[in-house]
């Protein structure tokens, strides 16, 4: 079981989302320029297979940034409850007059339900960690996306190439 | 004089060199600190997608290095140094 005192802050969880985030951005664009052709000299297999390799990148990280997100949203949702739950028996216990049976029993009731909060924490963590495996891919389609990203550079490197040695006045 | 395809190309680099960060990371994906079971599921999403070996790996994030640096010099009009990035051999192994 995961105790809370080993659970992520959400803070770090976003931040780590937003760098995934700006990878299936970066993704998505360099696949819409390859989808449509503005690469010019690439074949057209080659644009659809890097395409299709970029756009499976994007589709990845961007279910990952939903459950990371998601995630962290549950963490935030989970300390608010809790801390409502510790400011409960806080104010019981400094109500004046308070019955000691009534307080034990707040305690009690609050513990049981901080159990049931770090079950539910438990329970999503599961959930998300489920999500994210569901977005990993395995070694052959990883490999082939791999190449095909380094074919995507290949293409770039020689369009570059052939910009950087041509004619500055391009003839019409 | 710069063709405006040399600053859609150098656009599309600098997309691909992020992306390139991903297949060939330069570090190897951390899990999250204290993660419980998020954190390791994280990480092993991100090792995932690196599947080449190492000398493949630095080639290809060498190669990307390479090509970012020649399409901003193109873009800034230098396409001599733009060639001389490019055309240089990756270099999987360092010497230095």
Known sequence: MTAAATLPDPASLRARARELSVIASAAERAAARFSARALAGARDEDAATISGALSRIARAHRLAVQSINGFAGHLEDAAQRRLALRQLVDATRAAPRADRAVVAHVQELCGELVTQLDREVDEAAQRYAEALRAATPRTAEADEVAEAVALALDHASARLLQLAGSDPDPAP | ?96
């Open chain 2, 1 to 96: 004089m710069i063709p405006t395809e040399s600053h859609e190309l150098a656009e599309l680099v600098a997309d691909l060199t992020v992306v390139i960060d991903v297949v060939a990371p330069p570090h190897p994906p951390a899990a999250i600190e204290a993660g419980g079971t998020v954190g390791p599921a994280l990480a092993s999403f991100a090792a995932a997608w690196c599947p080449l070996a190492g000398a493949r790996t630095a080639a290809i994030a060498d190669q990307a290095v390479r090509i970012a640096a020649a399409g901003m010099a193109l873009v800034e009009g230098d396409p001599v140094t733009a060639r001389r990035l490019i055309a240089s051999e990756p270099t999987p192994t360092t010497t230095a």
